[in-house]
C-alpha cells in the first residue's frame, strides 16, 4: 500500500474534491469548483477541519467536521476511502468530550454497512422534495400580515432572531450567530435580497422565506433554505403564502423548479405543507450518529 496522509484542503484541489462527490454521491450531491472554493473563503469554517485524503500525492477523499456542543457533524465524499474520516471525527469527538458523532448521506448507500459496522444507528431521515414552477401561484397572506423584501443592514438582527426563534425545537438547528448569519446566508451563492420574504405584523417578524436562484451551482433549480413562522402567527396559513410567494418570485426569474429538504418525521407540519403546495420526494437522506462515552469527571 503507497503512503496516505490527511491534509488541509486547498484551492488547487477543488475541481478534485467536486469529482469525488459527483462519484460517491452522483445527483444526490453534484457541487460545482466554485462551491469548493467557497468553503475555504468561509470564516465560519476552520481551515484544519477541512480535510483531503493523500495516497501517492494523488487525492482520493475529502471531509469536513463542525463541532458543536451536543455533536460533530462529519461531512464526507471518499469512496473506497471513508475509514480515515471517520477515525478522524470519532477520535475528536473523543478527545473534546463531545456526545455524538453524526453523518449524513443518501439512504441505501455503501456507507451505511460501513457506519453500521462501527457501532452508528439510524437516527433520523430527510427528504429533498421538488415542485415544477408555473405563473399561476397566489399567495395570501393572513389578514393583518404584510409582505416585504428583506433590506439589508436595516433587516438583519430581526431576521436572525426569528431563525434561532422559528427552530428552536428542530433537532438540526444550532444558534446562529451574527458571523454566522453573514457567512452562511448572506455570502452564500445566488444571494438576492429580492428572493428572501418577510411577513410583517407592524414592526413584529411573523416569518419568513428565504430562496435561491440555484443550489450549490445547480442553476436550474430554486432551492428554499429556510421557510420560517414564529409561534404567535403558526396554523394561519401563513407558512404556505410564504412558500407560494417564493414560487412566484423564483417563476418570474426564469426557474421552473424549486426543490427544499424536510425532516421526515415532520409529518404533521412541514410534510403536509409541501405536499399541499404541490412538491414531492424525491430522494431520501439519513443521518446516521455514533454515541460517544461520556468522559469521566476529573476531581
Do not use: C
Request: hydrophobic share 40%.
Amino acid at each position: 500500500m503507497g503512503s496516505s496522509r490527511l491534509r488541509q484542503l486547498r484551492y488547487e484541489d477543488s475541481e478534485q474534491v467536486a469529482a469525488l462527490y459527483a462519484q460517491a454521491f452522483g445527483e444526490w450531491r453534484r457541487l460545482d469548483a466554485e462551491e469548493i472554493r467557497s468553503w475555504l473563503r468561509n470564516e465560519e469554517l476552520k481551515p484544519e477541519f477541512l480535510r483531503v485524503l493523500e495516497v501517492d500525492g494523488r487525492v482520493v477523499g475529502y471531509g469536513d467536521i463542525e463541532l458543536h456542543e451536543s455533536e460533530i457533524a462529519l461531512d464526507i465524499a471518499a469512496p473506497g476511502h471513508w475509514e480515515p474520516f471517520l477515525d478522524w471525527a470519532e477520535e475528536i469527538g473523543h478527545a473534546r468530550g463531545t456526545p455524538r458523532v453524526r453523518v449524513y448521506f443518501p439512504a441505501d448507500h455503501e456507507l451505511a454497512e460501513i457506519v453500521r459496522r462501527r457501532g452508528y444507528r439510524l437516527w433520523r431521515s430527510s427528504y429533498t422534495m421538488e415542485t415544477t414552477l408555473d405563473n399561476s401561484t397566489q399567495a395570501m397572506l393572513p389578514d393583518g400580515l404584510h409582505l416585504q423584501a428583506y433590506r439589508p443592514d436595516i433587516d438583519e438582527t430581526q431576521l436572525r432572531a426569528a431563525i434561532n426563534d422559528a427552530f428552536a425545537d428542530d433537532p438540526f438547528h444550532h444558534h446562529l450567530s451574527a458571523s454566522g448569519f453573514r457567512e452562511n446566508y448572506l455570502k452564500a451563492r445566488g444571494f438576492e435580497p429580492s428572493l428572501w420574504m418577510l411577513a410583517w405584523n407592524g414592526t413584529e417578524l411573523a416569518g419568513f422565506v428565504l430562496a435561491y436562484p440555484q443550489r450549490e451551482g445547480d442553476t436550474k433549480l430554486g432551492w428554499i433554505s429556510d421557510l420560517g413562522v414564529r409561534t404567535p402567527w403558526r396554523h394561519r396559513g401563513l407558512g404556505e403564502a410564504l412558500l407560494r410567494a417564493a414560487f412566484r418570485e423564483l417563476h418570474a426569474r426564469g426557474l421552473r423548479r424549486v426543490g427544499l429538504g424536510v425532516d421526515t418525521e415532520n409529518v404533521s407540519g412541514a410534510l403536509r405543507l409541501y405536499e399541499r403546495v404541490g412538491m414531492r420526494a424525491v430522494s431520501r437522506a439519513d443521518n446516521w450518529v455514533l454515541d460517544l462515552p461520556s468522559l469521566p469527571k476529573s476531581h
